[in-house]
């Protein structure tokens, strides 16, 4: 066995001891990573720590991009790879803490590191999780579109009742001083987020706002709906899968199918 | 062809080349038209830019006006397009600015002009998209009558709550100034937007608003209901009624099915 | 025809012209009623035409109770009809004004005649509205065991979650001043209303917030599942009934059936 | 009858009138505890009955320690009932009060006693209701594996999104001190829930925000879906299979059928 399939499994795969403890190591290091960033974001912790935990920063990035590099070694395709999510992903996660160089403070941008967790999860072999995982994500993408022409509705819903808003409370509140202001109230307001840094006070205001909420209340409904029907079908169908078909080895089927309906034949 | 016939297809259709680069033109001077309007309402920018907004403004309220004309002048039936929904929004999306030499303040109303952006979204030929939209849209409509009863049910709700809160309220509390106002935080709070502009401060009163956080949060499930049992069937249909078979008669199947999961008979 | 008979057709049916009127005249009082209700409790208004609000009031619950007098007179079975839904919220709406000479304030109570417009509602024979309405308060009936259950589970939570927040932040935070504040504040957040006049501080504090929102995002789906599969069985049978039995008369059977389910006879 | 089969009956059983007197007074009990637990924690109250209040609290601790020790006593096998559910809650509902000898503050865990009121549920003969109970929780079993992989999404994602609002705005605004403290808004955005105690205030702070919000208010359908689909499954099927057809062996009538649909034989 060559050093490069060697590498790959204990890099890529998890079967091993060896690539059990790698998979380990990263892991730590991921959230030692996150957590340094976080505290670096705190002003308290940076006045005093700030030399130890840039030198952690720089000392995880060299790891990482040692890791990095290895991975484009080992793997057959190597460009593959580092277009694939996971391969964006482990690039991404490396290049804020050299571009803070540059631009002091992107450093902050390396909690995309968090994604990194992801790769973990599957390697925990948490394969349950990932194949529930699995359907949810097939079920989002299924509604993607639907659900993102919903959100362009929501949006010019939102740009017209901004203005609305704005014509009625301008004159007597100070809160709606400009219309990209009074849309982002109306978007604060239809998904019922609602700060309250910004409210309507007079009369005629409080009626389009109440307006604007019963409004918002009801067509929540849409997205929940769009969802909804798309996990029925995902989930509705993997728990009735009964048996596979004895003549060309679909599964799959309806609990009601007598005869497979990929090939015919008697179930 | 005449000139009628040729302006036809470069105003209302896009398959030629001159329609193509119509639409492109409409959809970039709408947008420009949209940012002025918002400029317009930021005072810091009104202030400096104001005469010039001014004028881009009324060029574009021209060439608008221009635009209706023509349609109306090429259609064939152009009362019928006058009275459609396209034919209203887009006389709606000219008419503010000539009223804000009467009445100040109504130009911005033009973000009426928001709602153009729809026949854009046609012109696009994102034709999945609108599909998909129709059936979200059906699914609205058909739930139209249900979610206004619910809706009146809740405002009835908010009345007599609202009512309430004041009676408990209002000794203590001035945020309870009148009836008017206390209903108007009992949407604030049913609808679960919750500003905290107006919020009780008894002991009472705090138990009265958690009775109506409660409320609020089990019927909101009633249009997210409503909504997912008209979307199951707008959305059910299309993908399972596909044919029925031609040995037993049977439908329902699947749409990856090819064979009849009743007889075996080929599909 | 008796005049009990008159005045039962006029009074309690819409059919005839005298009734029709009766009803519209009923609609007008109740909405100026309300409206006096409102007037009266902002503090400006009262104080300049308090006197001319009260009379009003006044006469309107005079016809009012002479109305209920008159209902209960006509009427077949009287203390039916006393006890009936419409009966209770008949009397409620005159109690409120006689009940304001002992106890000032109660006058307010008077919003609940905002309930009698639902008898309006029927007898302007939207019966498809009433039958929608129908459709969805069988729903919410049928829900409402299971939804009360769901509460009483959230309102265990909110005290369990609202003592842990209590421990967590009361030394540094004044707001979470006593156990029954912060299950106040528990309920706020689990129910995603946040009003925001009550917010951790502390570190830990808005770690266990955090845990509440993300519980309260996560349950809020419970009653909306629970409605929804109750009004897919309301909406979904009406949508198929297909046809009435020819043997017994019964209607809602299942689209596939062949027989009918109540007397056996072939559909 | 032994005094362990006879104690049992009474302290575990509902069935003879001591057992119901037993039940009867242990709510009381556990109501008592839970209003002496908020008592205490209100500075007024504490100040003036605190001793009281102490007294009240040790004795039912007394009561309620007797009733543990008896409870393991006159049950068959102890070590499974000590690690039951119920077990571990009666346990937990007497440690704080030994506990706060020692930590002062603790005794207001009591409030776990809360969850001592779900026995008494039980003992009441609530059936209907604990079957109803029974479902729900099968459902939310069912869907907590789906639910929290979706909640880890979300940590992740407002992970991202706080951090993206971090760099945005903390030059600008002392509200986003920190990265923890921009997840903890990212947190309250996306649920929905919007205290306020933390809002953005630059152009590009606030359409971050808006964005946050719109996919706070798209995904939580994902959750709803999620439960909906594991109810629909769990009431769907206690109301649709009542029996099989004698005549056809066909299941799936309604629960209002009286003769098989498919076969017309009576049921």
């Known amino acids: 066995m060559s050093w490069r399939t060697r590498l790959f499994e204990i890099i ?15 892991l730590v290091l991921i959230l030692v990573s996150l957590t340094v960033v976080m505290l670096e974001s705190m002003p308290s912790v940076a006045a005093q720590y700030g030399k130890e935990l840039l ?5 995880i990035t060299g790891l990482f991009t040692i890791e990095y590099v290895l991975r484009l070694l080992v793997v057959k395709r190597p460009l593959r ?10 690039l991404l996660a490396i290049l804020p803490t050299y571009f803070s160089i540059l631009f002091p403070g992107s450093q902050f941008l390396l909690s995309i590191r968090a994604l990194r967790l992801m ?11 990932v ?3 699995k359907g949810i994500l097939m079920a989002m993408k299924a509604s993607v579109r639907r659900i993102s022409i919903f959100l362009s509705f929501v949006l010019l819903l939102s ?24 849309i982002y109230w109306a978007i604060v ?7 309250g840094d910004i409210s309507p006070i007079t009369a005629i205001g409080k009626m389009v706002a109440s307006l604007v909420m019963l409004l918002g209340y009801a067509i929540i409904a849409v997205p929940t709906g769009i969802v909804t029907v798309e996990l029925s079908k995902q989930f509705g169908k993997k728990t009735n899968l009964t048996e596979s078909c004895p003549g060309c080895g679909h599964d799959g089927h309806d609990p009601d199918a007598r005869f497979c309906k990929f090939c015919g034949h008697a179930l």
């Open 159 to 182: 740009t017209i009742l901004g203005t609305i808003i704005y014509v009625v409370e301008n004159a007597a509140n100070p809160d709606f001083s400009s219309i990209p202001q009074s």
């Open 55 to 59: 030198i952690i920063e720089w000392i």
């Open 12 to 26: 890529f795969e998890a079967e091993t001891k060896a690539g059990k403890r790698f998979d380990l190591a990263l």
């Open 131 to 133: 194949s529930e995982g």
């Open 119 to 129: 790769r973990v999860f599957r390697i925990l072999k948490l394969t349950h999780f």
């Open 189 to 195: 307001t239809i998904t019922t987020v609602g700060y």
């Open 81 to 90: 790879y580092a277009r694939s999510f996971y391969g964006i992903i482990d």
